[in-house]
């Protein structure tokens, strides 16, 4: 197949296939030929030792015999002995020999058989010895760090290793074991770290890689031993043989380590004898502890196979904490305890070995392997027990969870519940038709909002359940609390069943009113019409009234039925005086009595008018109309003249609308009141007979109608002003409300038990904080809405003392919330202390453990191991003292702001110190032992170093003797001699440090002062001698010193100069900004080198005219030239640094916008991704948090936005200055403009989808909401179970709740009707969506609709006389129960009880007015069965019946409510005045306290906690002014204890005089210590000023040179005036304490004294200012005379030089000029030296 596919290859293809199958075929051979070179080495090197060999590894292999030998040799064991002869099946039995060892070492032998060794495989014959090699060279191999403790093996230890020895080797980086040996390197750092004898590394060149490899390969086998296994040409190629070179390193690390371990055996040649006692007893030793480690074992298995767990989160969470300590306590031990087991039987095996015997091995059950297998089960059974630990700790933390989501439900439910029993309970349904209606509409949309409540209620429930079923350890109460939410709620629906039938009462009396209300007006229009005298004054007038007359009598005809039908009703509500009364049954009567009279009177009316429309015709009619507008203005003004403006916000709402409606009425009034007016004027005109009384009438009416006007307008604006006050109080109680639930967290004390928990703490400390914050507003717009109340409002005490009220109580909740602040920061403060402290603590304990445990050996190599420990610990050791700083920092700020738990701190701190403080001088201690073991052996090498150094510097200083005097003597001389009197001074300071090493260590070492002594007295024997032939030299050299010093000083400066030159010169850029700033940093101080150079090379030219002036020799021209190249190149060197500044420069401010481009475009890569992966949510919720995720992310970018810019311009501005780089600053500006500009507009186009999401998420949410309202309202219209007569009353009456409830939730499809044609409106693309959820709400509704009304068809028609009886039935049963209950004589012995008792009678009344619903029902159920019953009179007995007794049980069940109220009165009022007393009592110990604060932090906080009290008892005052109203009612009732209730009065009266008078007289004494505590602070603060500016000026601090001399004394002068400024702070804290100690203080002795030792410091601090600035004037001036001197003596050893030269003059000019300069030298050296002889004189004088 393969040569098919070549064939149908492209020529050119296959010819590249064929060469990459030939090239990789050669390598392959390559590596084969290496490693059979390498391994046939290898084999040869172990079987030299039976002198053995091969030549031919894949042949001399395969008869087995050189295979068992080589095993022998490396394992040290007997192998069955070869078989003899050559055949095949020889060689095959040999070979299995062999394979079978290796199985048995387990040496795993993949896919290679005895037969491939006998036939020669090369590969598997490789493969073989590779796998030996790994068995038993490299596995055993095992490198221990020292940071981790961690164990590596085989190939990684090797790697490990090799790393370890050669690290700090400069070109060697061992990271594989291929190409990091190419260059030979690795090998010689190997070499080299273990004999640095043998190689010179520092010669090495890493380009010379042949010649490394060779050296380390000879020396390797020359000087070690070690077999050449590899060529250098095996190594030197692009990828050496991995395992070829594992191999050769492998013999280094033997030999190494074998190397280090014959150290180790000498010294065990004397301890044969010993090790065999002692192994003796290390095998009794043994054998204990593993009995003991093992029974051990396996108790602990037992413990920890314990599934046991306790049944709650705190019992498993302490499990899991023994578990823990188990771990991290008890097991250490063991182990380690197994580890010295092991190392033990190793000893004991290792020396039996060691010393021939026979090798202890442990009886069966008592071996290692046993040990092994137990402590593996041990490890099986800790990690099951673990894991099962934490699947019980994470289910136990889930059922904690669940129990808190339990409680906070159920707290949730309970509260909603209560609330809306309350809120049930009340019976405000109003007076009026509009009233009852709209309490009908308010009750139906509580009953449903308490029906959709029903899944809440059984969430709870199901919570419960879920703790039931999981076993959760507090059961009992979650059961006990979810039962109390299921009574609640059962409750509930009884309450809203019963409110339900009440209302339905009031609605239909309401509606019956309201019918008599519109008779009577029609009553009182037909009376006011009839009793009118005008009867016409023409024919037409009078027929025409009796037209009208004739209709009127009509409509009174036709009234009387409606008169009739509306007592019949009227009567049903006042047939009984029992039941529930939705009115005074008197009044219903009096109200029907009332009609018939005035229907009765009407028709009389109507008869007489009739008479007397007979006897005058002519009426007229303007005046009737006058009388129907003077009418309903009268009526009008009766409404506009009501003093109601209602009782809340509510009330005062629907008055205002009422009378906006009224205003509308007037409104369209006006105009008939006109066209009737003008009518009447038109008739005065005219001259109308009766014109007077018309005039009359209309002025009249116009008066009224004005009037009504007034009335109307003053109405409206105390409506508007009633409304006002109304919404302030609704807010003022909505703030109040929020101030007590912000006041009750920030009060609290708790402050967390741990680290974890207080920043849990702290974290909802912020979350409150911040909420306390961001209320301010909502009080300020309070203020706003009492600002804009009528001026009477606004400063009313009710107005004015609610807001401040509500200001002193945000006021308290903002001082609270900062003391909380402030009271968690300190408890984290001390937790994190702690903390720190134990881990110091443990630390110390660990190091104190190594430290006593340490011994000082005597041999160098010893002692250098251990120094290097110590050099480890001291960065440890730092690292603590920082810690250990930390905490003393972090103590001294708890103690100084008076932490509670002071004491705790202190020891805490002092422990820890003092344990820091121990185990330093331990530290030292140890380290100055271990110093001086390593004096002695370095001050012998120092010794021999510094006497060859000496010998060899005298060897140069005896080799100048044959050089001139001259110049170019001289300069061989420089050559000679470079850097000799450096080296001389170094040996000098070198010998006296050896003499005081010496002197120090004879009185340290005795026993070894005479050697130390003696090698001190040769060194300085040849120093001495050095010192005579050097002085000697000298002698001889005579002027030549000086040119010689010359020059030296030239070399130096050309040297510096060429390094400078070569280092600016250098065309290295910086890649990143850390880079440049350090080339920069390197830029300016060779910039400071060159200006400290400036000096050093005007002396060097002047010295160099002065010595070659005048001179022709060939040495002194050259001399000229090296000067003048000297000039050209410091001028270079100036031009090359400026040059190299700007390029710097530019590449500085390149990088710089290199970093903050970085930043703008991490910032747009996040916008764009966030931008490309938001999703346009599915639901509201998400939506919103969709929307409020866009806004932060909008306003994270407007953020962002100034930073892009200021990026953008820095870029701009670069690229016009002409940066290096401006091309790629101007495509990185455009690509981050134009990708900021995209981002923006993306993100406002995200911003606008995401909102038209929520819109038609919202709409649908909405629909599905109603949608399954629809779903559930349909299930319950479905039920046809109607057919039972014992539930047909009760589903009678739901369903006519059930259809009410239908028709108020219709504004709720209305509304979504209403929304979505909006959406669709504003937004055409939702058209499809929103019609087709409308659509199918609406089918949804019509089917609800219509199946409502069959089913209230079908219980209408079903059995209505099994509905009767079972309702006389259920009334019988029910009141025979009822009677029971209400003859009880129990009213209570306390208010518990009380309160129990009206609550159960409350609900007595609740079921009565129910039942008499039910029993004003039975009626219509009498009538109904009339029809189909034959016996009605029957029915009618048994409904009497029922009716009797119901009206009996009315009366005594009212006289049981009075005796409980007045019960509950007397308890209640007892209870409170106990609460009065006992909090009085607790505030009195507040108030009588004598703990006034021990600094002025705590007494800031208790003015503040008194201020509070004293509120608190303000506040309080209207409570009890209540009690002593409440009390005098008491006390007029006879039947109450009078005596009783007067002494408790007095003594609640005594306590709280008391308590206020205690209040007051604390609050002084506060004040008073405030005053004393703030003196204390300030004057604190002044002292520890003053004792700081006091160290600065006991400081010893002096000086070094005239530069740092001026610069302290300028540092001084201004200390000095900040001491002379701080005097006006004295004098102020001196006038407070007089102040203080005037006004007669408690503490005015201590105060008094306290200032005294403020004054006397200051004092003090002025006396050592003025002793600091002498000293540092003299000591200023002694640096201006030294400078000086030392000025004048430069000089005079300048001219010392051109003066003691032997050059007299060539001829008679020269002569002259040489005599002229020398006269000019002279003189100037009088000047200067009069003028130095002056300077030292003023400066003694000084």
Known sequence: MEAEWASAEPPHLQVNYNLLEGRFKQLQDEREAVQKKTFTKWVNSHLSRVSCRITDLYMDLRDGRMLIKLLEVLSGERLPKPTKGRMRIHCLENVDKALQFLKEQRVHLENMGSHDIVDGNHRLTLGLIWTIILRFQIQDISVETEDNKEKRSAKDALLLWCQMKTAGYPNVNIHNFTTSWR??????????????????????????????????????????????????????????????????????????????????????????????????????????????????????????????????????????????????????????????LEVLLFTIQSKMRANNQKVYMPREGKLISDINKAWERLEKAEHERELALRTELIRQEKLEQLARRFDRKAAMRETWLSENQRLVSQDNFGFDLQAVEAATKKHEAIETDIAAYEERVQAVVAVAKE????????????????????????????????????????????????????????????????????????????????????????????????????????????VTDSGYKPCDPQVIQDRVAHLEFCYQELTQLAAERRARLEESRRLWKFFWEMAEEEGWIREKEQILSSEEHGKDLTGALRLLSQQRALEDEMSGRAGHLQHTIAEGQAMVQAGHFGAAKIQERIADLQAQWAALEQLAAVRKKRLEEALALHQFQADADDVDAWTLDALRIVSSGETGHDEFSTQALVRKHKDAAAEVASYRPVIDSLHEQAASLPKEKMESEEVRGRLAGIEERYKEVAELTKLRKQALQDALALYKMFSEADACEVWIDEKEQWLNSMEIPEKLEDLEVIQHRFESLEPEMNNQASRVAV??????????????????????????????????????????????????????????????????????????QELGNDLTGVMALQRKLTGMERDLAAIEDKLGDLRGEAQRLAEEHPDQAKAITGRLAEITAVWEEMKNTLKNREESLGEARKLQQFLRELDDFQSWLSRTQTAIASEDMPNTLAEAEKLMAQHEGIKNEIQNYEEDYQKMRDMGEMVTQGQTDAQYMFLRQRLQALDTGWNELHKMWENRQNLLSQSHAYQLFLRDTKQAEAFLNNQEYVLAHTEMPTTLESAEAAIKKQEDFMTTMDANEDKINSVVEAGRRLASDGNINAERIQERVASID??????????????????????????????????????????????????????????????????????????????????????????????????????????????????????????????????????????????????????????????????????????????????????????????????????????????????????????????????????REVHQFNRDVEDEILWVQERMAVATSTDHGHNLQTVQLLIKKNQTLQKEIQGHQPRIDDILERSQSLLRDESSNGDGIRQRLDDLQRLWRQLMEEAERRHGRLKEAHKAQQYYFDAAEAEAWMSEQELYMMSEEKAKDEQSAVTMLKKHQIVEQAVEDYAETVHQLSKTSRGLVADGHPESERISMRQSQVDKLYAGLKDLSEERRGKLDERLRLFQLNREVDDLEQWIAEREVVAGSHELGQDYEHVTVRTRHSTNTNTSWYEHKHATVRTRHGTNTS
């Not at 409750?491 to 339900?500: G, I, M, V």
């Not at 339905?504 to 009577?520: A, D, H, K, P």
């Not at 708890?894 to 932490?899: A, E, I, N, V, Y």
């Not at 034959?1430 to 409510?1457: S, Y």
């Open 183 to 340: 260059d030979g390197m690795a090998f010689n750092a190997l070499i080299h770290k273990h004999r640095p004898d043998l190689i010179d590394f520092d010669k090495l060149k890493k380009s010379n890689a042949h010649y490394n490899l060779q050296n380390a390969f000879n020396l390797a086998e020359h000087h070690l031993g070690l077999t050449k296994l590899l060529d250098p040409e095996d190594i030197s190629v692009d990828h050496p043989d991995e395992k070829s070179v594992i191999t050769y390193v492998v013999t280094y690390y033997h030999y190494f380590s074998k190397m280090k371990a014959l150290k180790v055996e000498g010294k065990r040649i004397g301890k044969v004898l010993d090790n065999a006692i002692e192994t003796e007893k290390m095998i009794e030793k043994y054998e204990s502890l593993a009995s003991d480690l093992l029974e051990w074992i396996e108790q602990t298995i037992i413990i920890l196979n314990n599934r046991k767990f306790a049944n709650s989160l705190v019992g498993v969470q302490q499990q899991l904490q023994a578990f823990n300590t188990y771990r991290t306590v008890e097991k250490p031990p063991k182990f380690t305890e197994k580890g010295n």
């Open 467 to 574: 703790l039931e079923v999981e076993h959760y350890h507090d059961i009992k109460r979650i059961a006990a609390r979810k039962d109390n939410v299921i009574r609640l709620w059962e409750y509930l629906l009884e309450l809203l069943k019963a409110r339900r039938q009440r209302l339905e009462m009031n609605l239909g009396l309401q509606r019956v009113f309201q019918e008599m209300l519109y008779i009577m007006d029609w009553m009182d229009e037909m009376k006011m019409l009839l009793l009118s005298q005008d009867y016409g004054k023409h024919l037409l007038g009078v027929e025409d009234l009796l037209q009208k007359h004739a209709l009127v009598e009509a409509d009174i005809a036709i009234q009387a039925d409606r008169v009739k039908a509306v007592s019949t009703n009227a009567n049903k509500y006042s």
């Open 887 to 960: 905490v003393n920092q972090i103590a001294r700020q708890l103690m100084h702001s008076g932490h509670p738990s002071e004491k705790d701190i202190k020891t805490q701190q002092d422990k820890l110190n003092n344990r820091w403080s121990q185990f330093r001088d331990l530290v030292d201690q140890k380290k100055e032992s271990l110093n001086s073991a390593l004096g002695v052996q370095n001050y012998h090498l120092d010794c021999n170093e510094t006497k060859s150094w000496i010998k060899e510097k005298t060897k140069v200083i005896e080799s100048t």
């Open 1234 to 1463: 134009d990708r900021h500009k995209k981002n923006r507009e993306a993100a406002v186009e995200l911003l606008m989808r995401l909102k038209d999401n929520r819109d038609l998420q919202k709409f649908l949410q909405d629909c599905q909401e109603l949608s399954l309202w629809i779903n559930e309202k349909m299930l319950t219209a479905q039920d046809m179970t109607y057919d039972e007569a014992r539930n047909l009353h009760s589903k009678w009456l739901k369903h006519q709740a059930f259809m009410a409830e239908l028709q108020s939730n219709k504004e709720w499809l209305d509304k979504i009707q209403k929304d979505g044609m909006l959406l669709v409106s504003e937004k055409p693309e939702t058209e499809a969506v929103v019609k087709e959820k409308l659509s199918a709400l609406h089918s949804m509704w019509e089917d609800l609709e219509s199946t409502t009304q069959t089913k209230a068809q079908c219980l209408f028609d079903a059995n209505k006389a099994e509905l009767f009886t079972q309702s006389c039935a259920d009334l019988d049963k029910w009141l025979g129960g009822l009677e029971g209950q209400i003859q009880s004589d129990d009213y209570g012995k306390d208010l518990t009880s009380v309160n129990i008792l009206l609550k159960k009678q409350q609900m007595l009344e609740n079921q009565v007015e129910v039942r008499q619903r039910e029993v004003v029902e039975l009626q219509s159920q009498v009538k109904a069965l009339g029809q189909e019953v034959k016996d009605t009179d029957e029915v009618d007995g048994r409904r009497q019946v029922v009716e009797r007794k119901f009206q009996e049980l009315l009366e005594p069940l009212r006289r049981r409510r009075n005796f409980l109220v007045a019960s």
